[in-house]
């Protein structure tokens, strides 16, 4: 089955959604390190990813905290762990490297964690932006420090409010 492709504007640019259906495999920063362009055999489709699409609107517009979409992030199994992991980090929250990798059971991971979450395809979706340094600051992100302040401060600004215990 082809990959078929379209970009999406945001506060960031536009973003480059790609995958197969309505399954998304990738999204592509315009800026940072891991800045994405299409592959010249993916197909261009303008109504690609029409949900994609819907609610990532909805999230920059601070309107919705959990992506509900079909998927499919491609890596290794570790890779795939620390993604699931990611996912329940709560909206407007934030977790160190090191927090992950305990969660995960190997509490000096937190070097292989970075390098999964350097490597999450679906940034946003799968939100290795709320991964921090172990002294809070902000550490690495495939689309740039600024994105990733960008989001962390829309995220914290529509974040429900809670009382601490």
């Known amino acids: 089955m082809p990959i078929h492709y379209t970009y999406t504007p945001s506060p960031l640019g536009d973003l480059l959604l790609a995958g197969q259906g309505e399954t998304l495999s990738y999204i ?4 940072g390190k891991a800045r994405m362009r299409h592959q010249d055999v993916w197909l261009p489709d303008q109504q690609a990813f029409r949900e994609a699409r819907q609610q990532l609107r909805a999230y920059f517009a601070g309107e919705l905290m959990h992506f509900d979409l079909p998927v ?3 890596g290794t199994p570790f890779q795939q762990q620390v993604w699931r992991a990611l996912q329940g980090i709560p909206y407007g929250q934030t977790r160190s490297y090191g927090d992950i990798a ?3 059971g190997s509490p000096l991971a937190s070097r292989a964690v970075g390098a999964a979450n350097g490597r999450n395809p679906l940034p946003i979706v799968i939100p290795c932006h ?3 340094g172990a002294s809070g600051s902000l550490t ?5 420090l600024q994105a990733k302040a960008l989001l962390l401060r829309l995220e914290q600004r529509h974040a ?3 009382l601490e215990a």
Do not use: C, K, S
């Not at 592509?28 to 800026?31: A, D």
């Open 140 to 144: 690495g992100f495939a689309g740039g």
């Open 130 to 132: 709320r991964v921090i």
């Open 72 to 74: 499919a992030p491609a």
């Open 102 to 104: 305990a969660q995960l």
């Open 28 to 31: 592509g920063f315009p800026n």
């Open 160 to 162: 429900p409010f809670r």
